[in-house]
């Protein structure tokens, strides 16, 4: 089955430690993003990629980083300049040319 | 710049409609709706392209109206299981990959 996977489900995280998040998708997307969701906000850009070794960011990318070194996998540190972390973070996919993203289920992050 | 929801939050009946509105200041190209239930991704439910079209499938349909830069998702006979919140995701221009500007949300709760 086709999809966008993430994990870990929730991850905890510690004062001054850097964390990554994984996203995988399947789907032979091009593009890949990610978002940060705060409890009853809405969905807000961090940053992505349209094409391998290639990203911009997006609204909110400070304190965080991201690679694209593969076509399927799109993945988010969250660093120790990131001083407010806990949030939803999803991941999302489109193909190059249609603009309808699909989303992975979600990572939650916590800190310790 | 973020589009605005109207309504924040709406109770229904069951068997009620529902209008939700999504207004934006700079000129769209196009407005994608989601729905996410509580601490699960956000589930794609339509596409609307500049042009003023009108989309719909079952008993939810969106329009697009390009020269107020609004969409409207109606919701009509509501069911229990369209309760949850209801985001719109805006782009303004065209590209290989789009980059989405969504919206606060709009909770929408259906009982008995």
């Known amino acids: 089955d086709g999809g966008i996977t993430q994990s870990p489900k929730y991850l905890f995280r510690k004062e001054g430690q850097n964390v990554t998040l994984s996203c995988e998708q399947n789907?032979?997307?091009?593009?890949m993003y990610w978002y940060r969701q705060d409890p009853g906000q809405g969905l807000r850009l961090i940053y992505y990629s349209q094409i391998v070794n290639d990203f911009q960011k997006g609204d909110i990318a400070e304190g965080y980083s991201v690679s694209r070194e593969k076509k399927e996998s799109f993945p988010l540190t969250v660093t120790s300049a990131q001083k407010n972390p806990t949030a939803f973070y999803l991941c999302a996919s489109s193909t190059s040319g249609r603009e309808t993203q699909y989303f992975g289920p979600g990572t939650r992050l916590l800190v310790l | 710049q973020q589009p605005v929801q109207s309504p924040q939050a709406v109770i229904l009946r069951e068997g009620e409609d529902a209008v939700i509105n999504c207004s934006s200041s700079?000129?769209?190209?196009?407005v994608h709706w989601y729905r996410q239930k509580h601490g699960e991704a956000p589930v794609f439910l339509m596409i609307?392209?500049?042009?003023?079209e009108q989309k719909g499938h079952d008993k939810i349909s969106a329009s697009f109206n390009e020269k107020k830069q609004q969409s409207s998702l109606y919701l009509t006979a509501s069911q229990l299981s369209y309760s949850g919140t209801y985001f719109c995701g805006t782009s303004y221009r065209t590209g290989t990959a789009s980059k989405l500007t969504f919206g606060t949300g709009t909770r929408l709760q259906v009982t008995l």
């Open positions: 789907l032979n997307h091009d593009a």
């Open positions: 700079k000129a769209l190209y196009s």
């Open positions: 609307l392209l500049k042009g003023g």
